[in-house]
């Protein structure tokens, strides 16, 4: 209905309608299509410096990482450097019935997982419970001199590590021993190995670790901690339904990124650490391959041996995957 509106004389004159919005912005969009289902070709087409940019990455990946994954077949060859790689003859799964017929199969199998569990199940939660700590520091500058002395042993190389490790747990003069008062030697001890290397990884990656959980609890909204000490919440309350929520996603992902890794145990300090008397607890896969790859020439044995290492971690990355999903809301492969 037209609404009147009055003139100068005082009558009364019927004020036009509002013309109605133009039909063809709806038009445009309704027919506006998502970026996702878009053909290949205009998403390229409209986006091409992105694309261009990605290239790079790509190539590198598929030069450095794709290219050498031609040379795996030498795990089913009885490979021959002077042969080359086609030229060897095929063996098919020789290396691989040769391996798990080897007494020492399920000794080293046994102690790369053991090894591995160990230290996921006691270093995960560490780099944690630091990062909510240090977020409840409230002293700038005492927080930035904890932040440095939980970092400083990730940037000790491997090598220097083991040989402190080396002189602290001497029998004679070490620093552990003249604290208790007596000489063991610690690392001749197979019982104690896997205490000393997960011990040791906790010390040396577990403040390193905290920096990125550290750069997650930086983007939680302020005003969150602000209305739960309004609503009288306390610091544990705050930590527990504010923080660890916000950590949950970082959380998954790296422990999917470590059950990847399940089998692929740090070969420096296991090597350097290991003595004939350890043996029985320090035997793993990948000094096994240094050994028969490097040490004995035997490059289609170890490439057998890697490329079964390899297959466990796909499928343990699956599997975590999966269980992951199921147990929250996040996914990430």
């Not at 690392?187 to 577990?206: C, D, H, M």
Request: proline letters at 5%; glycine letters at 6%; charged letters at 15%.
């Amino acid at each position: 209905m037209k609404n009147p509106r009055a003139t100068a004389d005082g009558t009364l004159v019927a004020k036009p309608a509002a013309a109605p919005a133009p039909k063809r912005k709806a038009r445009k969009a309704a027919k506006a299509v998502p970026a996702h289902r878009k053909p290949l070709k205009q998403r390229i087409a409209e986006n091409w410096q992105l694309y261009l940019l990605l290239l790079v990455p790509v190539l590198i990946t598929i030069v450095y990482k794709y290219g050498p994954m031609y040379g795996i077949q030498i795990a089913f060859r009885d490979f021959k450097a002077s042969r080359g790689i086609t030229g060897s003859e095929w063996v098919g799964l020789k290396w691989f019935e040769e391996f798990f017929s080897s007494p020492n199969c399920g000794r080293m199998i046994k102690n790369t997982i053991l090894l591995s569990l160990y230290s996921l199940l006691w270093s995960f939660p560490v780099p944690i419970i630091l990062a909510l700590a240090l977020n409840q520091l409230r002293f700038h500058r005492l927080k930035r001199v904890v932040q440095t002395v939980l970092y400083a042993p990730h940037f000790i190389s491997t090598m220097i590590i083991c040989g402190m490790l080396r002189i602290f747990l001497s029998p004679s003069g070490g620093l552990i021993n003249l604290i208790f008062g007596t000489s063991i030697d610690f690392l001749n001890q197979s019982t104690l190995f896997r205490t000393i290397y997960v011990a040791s990884g906790i010390w040396q990656e577990a403040g390193w670790g905290t920096i990125i959980y550290l750069a997650t609890l930086s983007s939680v909204d302020t005003a969150l901690y602000e209305a739960a000490k309004v609503d009288g919440a306390s610091v544990f309350q705050r930590i527990l339904h504010i923080d660890l929520p916000a950590l949950v996603p970082m959380a998954v992902l790296q422990l999917i990124l470590s059950a990847s890794n399940l089998m692929n145990i740090g070969f420096e300090k296991v090597f350097l650490l290991q003595t004939d008397l350890n043996k029985a607890t320090s035997d793993i896969i990948a000094v096994y391959v240094y050994e028969q790859g490097i040490q004995h020439a035997e490059y289609s044995y170890s490439t057998a041996i890697g490329l079964f290492n390899t297959a466990v971690n796909i499928i343990l990355l699956i599997i975590v995957s999966r269980i992951a999903k199921k147990a929250s809301d996040v996914q990430f492969v």
